[in-house]
Every structure is written in C-alpha cells, then in structure tokens.
C-alpha cells in the first residue's frame, strides 16, 4: 500500500463520516432528550435533498446559489418537523417506543411517496458551487475542494452543538430534560416547547445534510431508508444519544468502510453492520456512551 | 401460598371463543377455494396464508412474549433461501428442504438471538435489526451461494403428484395444488404455534412480557425462555419463507431488506398482537387492501403509511381490540336496555 492510496482511502472515509455525522447527530440529539428512535429521520434528509434541487432550479435564471438553497432546504424541513412534533408524535410521548417506532415508520411510508409524487422517480443532481469547484493536492492524492469543505462543516457542527449543550442555559435545559422530564417539568420549564426546540434542530440538520449531499450523489427515492440504517449504525457505535459519541462513531463507521472495501470488497457493507452488532453485544451503551438505567 | 405457580398458569377458564377450534375450521373454509374460486382468489390466499404465518410467528416475541424484534425478516430470509438454494442448485426435493429450511432458520435465530436477549428494549430491537442487516448483506453479497442482487431465480415448485392419489386434487393446476400444500402446512404450523402459547412455556412467556423482574424473582431464568421462544419464532418464519420463495418462484435479497420488517411488524398490530389470530387478520386485511389499491394507484406505501397513523391513533388494539371494543358496547348497550 503506497502513502498516497492510504491517504485517498482516509480522506473519502473521512468525506463520509463527516456526511453522516451530519445525519446522525440531529438522530442522536433526539434520542438523547426526547428517547424517540427517529425513522423518519432519513425521510427528512431525503426531502432536504429534494428541497434543494427544487430552489436550485428555480433560482438556476437568477445566477444559481446553492447556499441559499442549501438553507431553505433546511428551513424547509425544520417547519416540517414542527408539523410533525406538534402534530403527532407529541400524543405517543408516554406510550412504549414499539408506538414510536411505527409513528416514525408510517412517516417514512408517506414522505417517500410524496416525494415521489412531486418529484418523480428521475436521478436529479445538483451542480457543486462554482466558488468549490476543483481541488488540492494532499500526499500524492487529490482532494475536492468541496469534500474539504464538508469535512470543516461536520467538526464546526460537532463543535458547536457540543458547546451549545455543555454552555448554553437551553443547553443545559435539554441535558436536564434527558435526565428527568417529569422532575424538569415540575421545576417550571415549559418541557413541551423544549421538545419541539429539539426536534426542530434535529430537522433542520437532516434537511441540511440532504441539500449538502446533492452536488456529491444523485436524489433518488429509496435514499432515505438506505442512509437511515447507517445513520443508526453511526449511532449505535458512538452510544445512542452522546452527541459526541456520534462525531467519533461517524469518523469510525467511515475509515471501517473506505479501508473495508480495500480488504474485503465485496463484504465492506457487511462489516459496518457487525461492527455495529459487536458494539451492542459489547457495549450496548455505545463506545462512548453511559449506559442509561 | 404453597400453591405451586405452575398449577394456576397452566389453565385459566378459557373464554367461549377458545374453546372453538378455529384452525380446523378456518382449514375447513378455505380448503374448496381451488374448485370455486378464480385464479386471483387462489393467488391472493396463498399469500395471505404464507404471510399470516410469518406474522403469527412474530406475534410469538411480540405480543406472547412482548419482544420487539425489528429484524424478523431474517429468519423468513434464511428460511427462503435455504429451502431455494436446496431445491434449485442442490435438486433437494421439497419434503427436505421444508424442514431443512426450518431448521436452518431455527439455527440462526439461536445464534443472533443468544446475543439479542442479552439486551431490552430499545437495544434488542436495534440488535435484531444489525443482524437482520447482516443477513442482508451476505445475501446480497455473495454471488457464488445466492445469487447477489440476482438472486436465486426459478424455484421448482415441489413435486405434487401424490396429490393425483386423491380424488378431486387430481385435476387441479400446478398453482391450485401448491396451494391445497401451503394450507395444510400453514394450518399444522398456525396449530403447533397455538399449543406453544397455551402451554406452559408460552404462560411463562407471557408471565416474562408482563412482569420481567417478577417473573425472574420466582425463579424462571428469563434469557433461557426469551431465547427458546425467539428460535421457536425464526423457525417459524423460515418455513414461510421457505412457502414463499416458491410462490414467487425465486429468493431475493429484497425479501431480507429490513423495512420488509416493518411490514410484518404492521400486520401483526393491525390485526391485534393481543390476539393469537389477530396477526393472521392483518396479514389478510394488509395483503387484500395492497391487491385492490394497487389496482388504482401505485402509491400503496402512502395508503399503508395512512393506514398505520389512523391505527396508532384510533386502534391501538388492532381491528380485533377494536371488534371486541365494539361487542363490549353492544352488549352493555342490550343489557342497559333489558
């Protein structure tokens, strides 16, 4: 193995596990405060994905701007998120998660079909931003620029959502929430909003993370439950619900696939999963995580 | 009391409804389909009947013994895949292959589910759906044994002419005949499922659902009983799917993917998982609605989804829980007016 072939495989692993700690943290941030397991989560991803081809080529006569599709597509699915938090999940709060579990599966069913109601079922892809266009040279390889970019946006979200939890008074309202809801509620913090809080941040990312993927990979239907089951992986092997137990299980779940394909190419997707099966035998709590009574 | 618990589990009153034999009678309804339905009446039942087993298999974890198993699927997988790869590459004939599957599937659920009980809740059903995802992924995978995303193509049906022997089977179709096969098999394994749940194995398995650490306080060794009951289940599953890899005349990996357990998941609890036969319902309802809607529409995934928010939301027992709902009104309603 040459320096430059080991250098490519870190970087496109790093690429990946930044593009899924993008996903998986709006995942774990629920899970942590709100314990609702989020299918739906890779549905919102999808539509911010969808979200932002549709800005892009309604501004494409204007000069196209990918940024500001790239945040409507965002806004887009925080409203959604909203809707749906206010609207349903909010009534199964107390019930067993098997309830949960299924709310969030029959939004999956509904939000694929929608989406391929309006957007049809055509590969769509968006152009990268022109200020991104090309590379640089790192050991022997070549790097996107806009792969380099995405690998400053996950640790500057890592960062920030972990400094926005340890710091922040709403910071410190969600960890108390994941805590003790009731105990939080009795003390006179309005507990309900706060859910919608979260759950709309985590909407926001998974729209956020959808637009950000369109210059890299075509939109096409079936691509939110195939990133769900990744993003739980990720998930899993940080410790559900350790936000920074998910950064450090996406930077796992990457170099295991990019150097899995090098070793085993036809089982490299068979070894995320036993990866993630071994850390629940292990340690179910996650690599980072604490385990919850 | 000294009253051993055993004694007081094993037979509580059964309700006027136990006491009726529904398998048989069920077996006895649908078996003149064949001569006085059409071909898509044929159709349509044999796979409500493969998947009605599937699901009364996984109400076995899910509502007996209160498992939230999220990778099921992968027992019907193996199942498939055994009793296809055995038939098709290997020439097996059928009357191994069924069990072979069985066991087969049985096999696994014995190893992923050793590791799965080890867990609760959340964390068990994320466990059964990364092994169910390794399933998966080998079948998709490995091209030498299944076929990757090709498949195993073209399962023969069994061989069926023993049938000829009887009078009237005789001059039924390859596809009649096949389904006269599942409905015996399928009634045999609905009935074995039942006894299991009436037993005292399957008392303690509800003992276990309703109170873990109570049940673990008198002394039942809770891992051992959860892990019988989960390889009892994914035996189950893998002889129906071993019944629909031949309906469908080939395996693919697609039948392993994990939202295929959601699907089964849906069944069981639209039917009712407090209610042995209520999975065989959803799989009925399920199965029937998917033909008739996809005949309008071929967004049936949307139905489904809207299907299961009104159920969450208006029928959280099931359309069972909600029939015995509404025979409770009915009768406090002619008793008030008596």
């Given at each position: 193995m040459t320096v430059s072939l080991i250098a490519g495989q870190v970087l496109s692993g790093l690429t990946t596990a930044m593009f899924l700690f993008l996903i998986a943290s709006g995942l774990s941030l629920v899970f942590g405060v709100m314990r609702v397991l989020n299918f739906a989560h890779g549905s919102f991803y999808m539509i911010g994905a969808y979200l932002a081809w549709q800005v892009v080529s309604w501004l494409q006569p204007m000069g196209a701007d990918f940024w500001i599709a790239a945040l409507a597509a965002g806004a887009g699915v925080a409203v959604l998120g909203a809707i749906v938090e206010r609207l349903l999940l909010r009534h199964l709060y107390g019930l067993e998660e098997l309830y949960q579990l299924l709310l969030t599966y029959a939004l999956v069913l509904i939000l694929g079909d929608v989406a391929k109601y309006t957007w049809g079922t055509e590969q769509l892809s968006v152009h990268r931003p022109p200020i991104l266009d090309g590379g640089v040279p790192v050991l022997g390889t070549t790097l996107p620029l806009y792969n380099l970019f995405i690998m400053l946006v996950g640790p500057a979200i890592a960062i920030g959502g972990g400094l926005l939890l340890s710091r922040s008074s709403a910071g410190r309202m969600l960890r108390a929430a994941a805590q003790d809801r009731e105990m939080l509620g009795a003390l006179g913090a309005n507990v309900g909003a706060l859910y919608t809080f979260m759950f709309i941040i985590s909407s926001f990312l998974a729209g956020l993370a959808g637009a950000l993927i369109t210059p890299i990979e075509s939109v096409v239907p079936g691509m939110d439950v195939q990133i769900i089951v990744q993003a739980f992986i990720v998930v899993v092997i940080g410790g559900l619900g350790s936000f920074w137990g998910t950064f450090w299980g996406a930077v796992i779940y990457g170099l295991t696939l990019s150097f899995g394909i090098l070793a085993f190419p036809e089982f490299s997707l068979f070894s995320v999963f036993l990866l993630m099966a071994v850390v629940l035998i292990v340690r179910p709590w996650g690599l980072f995580g604490r385990p919850i009574r | 009391m000294s009253v051993p618990l055993t004694r007081t589990l094993v037979r509580p009153a059964a309700p006027p409804a136990r006491r009726v034999p529904w398998t048989l009678l069920i077996f006895l309804l649908l078996l003149p389909l064949p001569w006085i339905g059409s071909r898509y009446d044929v159709f349509l039942m044999n796979q409500i009947m493969i998947d009605a087993l599937f699901a009364v298999s996984l109400n076995l974890l899910l509502?007996?013994?209160?498992l939230v198993s999220f990778g099921h699927v992968a027992y019907f997988g193996v199942g498939a895949y055994v009793c296809g790869i055995l038939m098709k590459t290997c020439g097996v004939p059928f009357i191994i292959a069924f069990p072979a599957a069985g066991l087969g599937a049985a096999f696994f659920s014995l190893v992923f589910g050793y590791f799965c009980v080890r867990l609760t809740k959340i964390y068990f059903a994320m466990l059964t759906l990364a092994f169910s995802q390794i399933v998966w992924a080998v079948c998709f995978k490995w091209d030498a044994v299944t076929g990757g995303d090709q498949g195993v193509a073209d399962v023969p049906f069994p061989d069926m002419h023993w049938m000829d022997a009887v009078p009237g089977l005789g001059e039924l179709s390859q596809n009649s005949k096949f389904y006269v096969l599942t409905l015996i098999l399928v009634a045999v394994s609905i009935a074995a499922i039942g006894q299991i749940t009436r037993s005292p194995f399957g008392r303690m398995l509800t003992a276990i659902r309703d109170n873990r650490e109570r049940a673990a306080f008198i002394g039942l060794n809770v891992r051992a009983f959860e892990l019988s009951a989960f390889v009892v289940a994914g035996g189950f599953a893998g002889l129906s799917g071993a019944l629909y890899g031949i309906f469908t005349r080939g395996v693919f990996p697609d039948y392993v993917y994990w939202p295929q357990s959601a699907q089964v998941m849906i069944m069981t609890i639209l039917g009712g998982m407090n209610y042995f036969w209520g999975p065989a319902i959803g799989a009925l309802v399920l199965d029937w609605l998917n033909q008739e809607i996809t005949n309008y529409t071929q967004y049936w995934p949307f139905v489904l989804g809207s299907i299961l928010l009104v159920l969450l939301f208006a029928l959280p027992g099931g359309v069972l829980g909600g029939l015995a709902r509404l025979g409770g009104a009915l009768r406090r309603w002619t008793a008030r007016d008596a």
């Amino acid at each position: 193995m040459t320096v430059s072939l080991i250098a490519g495989q870190v970087l496109s692993g790093l690429t990946t596990a930044m593009f899924l700690f993008l996903i998986a943290s709006g995942l774990s941030l629920v899970f942590g405060v709100m314990r609702v397991l989020n299918f739906a989560h890779g549905s919102f991803y999808m539509i911010g994905a969808y979200l932002a081809w549709q800005v892009v080529s309604w501004l494409q006569p204007m000069g196209a701007d990918f940024w500001i599709a790239a945040l409507a597509a965002g806004a887009g699915v925080a409203v959604l998120g909203a809707i749906v938090e206010r609207l349903l999940l909010r009534h199964l709060y107390g019930l067993e998660e098997l309830y949960q579990l299924l709310l969030t599966y029959a939004l999956v069913l509904i939000l694929g079909d929608v989406a391929k109601y309006t957007w049809g079922t055509e590969q769509l892809s968006v152009h990268r931003p022109p200020i991104l266009d090309g590379g640089v040279p790192v050991l022997g390889t070549t790097l996107p620029l806009y792969n380099l970019f995405i690998m400053l946006v996950g640790p500057a979200i890592a960062i920030g959502g972990g400094l926005l939890l340890s710091r922040s008074s709403a910071g410190r309202m969600l960890r108390a929430a994941a805590q003790d809801r009731e105990m939080l509620g009795a003390l006179g913090a309005n507990v309900g909003a706060l859910y919608t809080f979260m759950f709309i941040i985590s909407s926001f990312l998974a729209g956020l993370a959808g637009a950000l993927i369109t210059p890299i990979e075509s939109v096409v239907p079936g691509m939110d439950v195939q990133i769900i089951v990744q993003a739980f992986i990720v998930v899993v092997i940080g410790g559900l619900g350790s936000f920074w137990g998910t950064f450090w299980g996406a930077v796992i779940y990457g170099l295991t696939l990019s150097f899995g394909i090098l070793a085993f190419p036809e089982f490299s997707l068979f070894s995320v999963f036993l990866l993630m099966a071994v850390v629940l035998i292990v340690r179910p709590w996650g690599l980072f995580g604490r385990p919850i009574r | 009391m000294s009253v051993p618990l055993t004694r007081t589990l094993v037979r509580p009153a059964a309700p006027p409804a136990r006491r009726v034999p529904w398998t048989l009678l069920i077996f006895l309804l649908l078996l003149p389909l064949p001569w006085i339905g059409s071909r898509y009446d044929v159709f349509l039942m044999n796979q409500i009947m493969i998947d009605a087993l599937f699901a009364v298999s996984l109400n076995l974890l899910l509502g007996t013994t209160g498992l939230v198993s999220f990778g099921h699927v992968a027992y019907f997988g193996v199942g498939a895949y055994v009793c296809g790869i055995l038939m098709k590459t290997c020439g097996v004939p059928f009357i191994i292959a069924f069990p072979a599957a069985g066991l087969g599937a049985a096999f696994f659920s014995l190893v992923f589910g050793y590791f799965c009980v080890r867990l609760t809740k959340i964390y068990f059903a994320m466990l059964t759906l990364a092994f169910s995802q390794i399933v998966w992924a080998v079948c998709f995978k490995w091209d030498a044994v299944t076929g990757g995303d090709q498949g195993v193509a073209d399962v023969p049906f069994p061989d069926m002419h023993w049938m000829d022997a009887v009078p009237g089977l005789g001059e039924l179709s390859q596809n009649s005949k096949f389904y006269v096969l599942t409905l015996i098999l399928v009634a045999v394994s609905i009935a074995a499922i039942g006894q299991i749940t009436r037993s005292p194995f399957g008392r303690m398995l509800t003992a276990i659902r309703d109170n873990r650490e109570r049940a673990a306080f008198i002394g039942l060794n809770v891992r051992a009983f959860e892990l019988s009951a989960f390889v009892v289940a994914g035996g189950f599953a893998g002889l129906s799917g071993a019944l629909y890899g031949i309906f469908t005349r080939g395996v693919f990996p697609d039948y392993v993917y994990w939202p295929q357990s959601a699907q089964v998941m849906i069944m069981t609890i639209l039917g009712g998982m407090n209610y042995f036969w209520g999975p065989a319902i959803g799989a009925l309802v399920l199965d029937w609605l998917n033909q008739e809607i996809t005949n309008y529409t071929q967004y049936w995934p949307f139905v489904l989804g809207s299907i299961l928010l009104v159920l969450l939301f208006a029928l959280p027992g099931g359309v069972l829980g909600g029939l015995a709902r509404l025979g409770g009104a009915l009768r406090r309603w002619t008793a008030r007016d008596a």
